[in-house]
T-cell receptor, first 115, second 114 residues
């Protein structure tokens, strides 16, 4: 039961170009979405988030877009840099009573940015 | 920058043995979590802990699992009788607020059950 889906296991992008990572979700009770980045031998690191009341959030080179009607969000990285090469996880937080940090993760997309 | 530290980084154990994974959350955080990632699969929520009690747990977190905050700094995950399918990377995380607040993860403890 994949409530959060990242259908692309990998993505390769040239340095300086835009990276677009996609995520779909099925549960309309999700009200907060996060992107985490993970390097090998490290834990996931928070990157950017968005509340369901917004459709866009921007932080430097990173922008997250949310399309609630399509239950879809995307992470844009522009310009992409070799240091951005990592696995990117989309995560959702459910908005039902008692939820305490139960993030539901996608399987991740491995981004490779080539110099 | 404050970080969540986990020990051991890798533990190999025999099936049926008890394992304790340790975590030191960020000092001013109040909410603590354990997640796991089986190789090739997604990161899965196990349990959240606040005010010295479990606040939420997943179906994975059955009677074989327990968590404890034995002192003011450590947060442990115990697996009473390990099974082969418990082999995974276990991540501890902490946050200073409940709900959708950003979680800070540790580097993980890899558990291999033989």
């Amino acid at each position: 039961d994949q409530q959060v889906k990242q259908n692309s296991p990998s993505l390769s992008v040239q340095e300086g170009r835009i990276s677009i990572l996609n995520c779909d979700y099925t549960n309309s009770m999700f009200d907060y979405f996060l992107w985490y980045k993970k390097y090998p031998a490290e834990g996931p690191t928070f990157l950017i988030s968005i509340s369901s009341i917004k459709d866009k959030n921007e932080d430097g080179r990173f922008t997250v877009f949310l399309n609630k009607s399509a239950k879809h969000l995307s992470l844009h990285i522009v310009p992409s840099q070799p240091g951005d090469s990592a696995v990117y996880f989309c995560a959702a937080s459910p908005n039902y009573g008692g939820s305490q940090g139960n993030l539901i993760f996608g399987k991740g997309t491995k981004l490779s940015v080539k110099p | 920058e404050p970080e969540v530290t986990q020990t051991p980084s890798h533990q190999v154990t025999q099936m049926g043995q008890e394992v304790i994974l340790r975590c030191v959350p960020i000092s001013n955080h109040l909410y603590f979590y354990w997640y796991r990632q089986i190789l090739g699969q997604k990161v899965e929520f196990l349990v959240s802990f606040y005010n010295n009690e479990i606040s939420e747990k997943s179906e994975i977190f059955d009677d074989q699992f327990s968590v404890e905050r034995p002192d003011g700094s450590n947060f442990t995950l115990k697996i009473r009788s390990t099974k082969l399918e418990d082999s995974a990377m276990y991540f501890c995380a902490s946050s200073d607020q409940a709900g959708a607040n950003v979680l800070t993860f540790g580097a993980g403890s890899r558990l291999t059950v033989l």
